[in-house]
């Protein structure tokens, strides 16, 4: 019963994780990355226009047409797109978009979509997660075909890479294998809503400092898979404000503001914010100590005896949305299961048994609101950048 309890927590965050679609129509007057922020790793200097504009394209890598029209009129050329094509269950793939401007070279990585989820729930039992790393390399793989077919040096160019959610994650490892293999002018990877890849325990050496992860103490799945299993994010990882701020309860009244103008709606947060996080977080900790669990023990599922995998691979099925129905079904029957009860209570909190029953309704509740694009550029809205230079040293 344990076990089915972790299985549904890992469930609910690759439903987060495929949540990248929010589209920010507005056009940009300036460069969509400022030089700046991009210059050799020895001098890197974090830029928030640049974090704002980052997470603007990022926002649009599901609307390939609007991020043309974006990326064009900023003046970058040969704008290629790589797997963007429906994936299948055996992919372990991340949309990849790469286009060029004098000697920079930008990458942008798209969120999970379609058959991904299965990629999202292939953690592996190496030190990186499988899913993501596998799609890091052929990302990598994408970019040096770009670079060969466009005649570039890499001793002269600068790359630049950002994604949201699964294509965080993503990037945050095509970023650090570049920056090992010390061949591009700098690396520099900007990487919002990132769970965790690797269990590499030099992840946060000086040397990855351009890659920066920026990450909401309210979104559930920057915390997977799980700290306490080992995990964590190449780079310096920035944490936006929360109820242990200084001044926090002023911040948060105006950024609820700024999403409120920016999206028209109400921010649905949690009672705690990330303390009612927190709390889940070590809870399934206490209840799935290691990761070996994941591949190893058998779970009970109706008449079926299942490892955790099996049963993540019947549940992607359902995540891809082969049967929304039947994954309403099976959260509501959780609610009434007292060993899950809490963890769905929190992830669907906010919603009725009849919005449980479409997955369109999963926009609705603070763990997805949390996760998108909007609450992280209402935040960069009442945010300086002395509060990330403070973080950042």
């Known amino acids: 019963m344990k076990l089915r309890f972790i299985s549904l927590f890992i469930a609910t965050a690759a439903i987060i994780s495929a949540c990248c679609g929010v589209f920010y129509a507005q056009n940009q007057e300036t460069e969509v990355i400022s030089s700046h922020s991009i210059s050799a790793e020895s001098e890197f200097v974090f830029s928030l226009e640049t974090a704002k504009n980052s997470l603007r394209l990022c926002s649009l890598a599901g609307y390939p047409e609007n991020l043309n029209a974006v990326l064009t009129n900023e003046g970058y050329e040969d704008i290629e797109y790589f797997q963007?094509?429906?994936?299948?269950?055996?992919?372990?793939?991340?949309?990849?978009?790469?286009?060029?401007?004098?000697?920079?070279?930008?990458?942008?990585?798209?969120?999970?979509?379609?058959?991904?989820?299965?990629?999202?729930?292939?953690?592996?039992?190496?030190?990186?997660?499988?899913?993501?790393?596998?799609?890091?390399?052929?990302?990598?793989?994408?970019?040096?075909?770009?670079?060969?077919?466009?005649?570039?040096?890499?001793?002269?160019?600068?790359?630049f890479v950002t994604g949201h959610s699964r294509g965080a994650a993503v990037s945050n490892l095509v970023s650090a294998k570049l920056i090992d293999e010390n061949k591009f002018k700098s690396v520099c990877a900007y990487n919002f809503a990132c769970p965790n890849t690797t269990m590499i325990e030099n992840a946060e050496d000086e040397k990855y400092k351009s890659i920066v992860n920026i990450i909401n103490p309210q979104d559930f799945i920057c915390y997977i898979p799980l700290p306490q299993w080992g995990y964590k994010r190449y780079g310096k990882t920035i944490e936006l404000p929360d109820y242990d701020t200084i001044n926090f309860e002023i911040l948060y009244e105006e950024m609820k503001k700024s999403y409120l103008a920016e999206t028209c709606s109400e921010l649905r947060d949690f009672p705690k914010k990330g303390k009612d996080v927190e709390n889940?977080?070590?809870?399934?900790?206490?209840?799935?100590?290691t990761p070996e669990d994941y591949y190893q023990k058998e779970i009970t599922v109706g008449s079926y005896r299942l490892t955790m995998y099996d049963y993540m691979m019947k549940l992607a099925a359902v995540m891809s949305g082969e049967n929304p129905l039947l994954h309403g079904l099976f959260m509501l029957s959780c609610k009434s299961i007292p060993e899950v009860s809490a963890i769905t209570e929190f992830v669907f909190s906010g919603l009725t048994e009849k919005e449980l029953k479409t997955t369109t309704s999963l926009d609705k509740t603070p763990v997805v609101v949390n996760h998108m694009h909007d609450a992280y550029m209402a935040w960069f809205n009442v945010l300086n950048e002395e509060y990330f230079y403070e973080r950042l040293k």
Request: aromatic share 10%; charged share 20%; glycine share 6%.
């Open 280 to 289: 889940i977080i070590n809870y399934l900790y206490l209840i799935a100590p």
């Open 84 to 159: 963007y094509e429906n994936s299948i269950k055996s992919d372990n793939k991340a949309g990849l978009v790469l286009c060029r401007k004098k000697n920079l070279l930008m990458a942008i990585i798209r969120g999970t979509k379609d058959e991904e989820w299965y990629s999202n729930f292939y953690i592996g039992e190496g030190v990186q997660h499988a899913g993501f790393s596998k799609a890091a390399e052929l990302a990598i793989q994408n970019v040096n075909n770009y670079m060969s077919r466009h005649s570039l040096n890499k001793s002269d160019t600068e790359i």
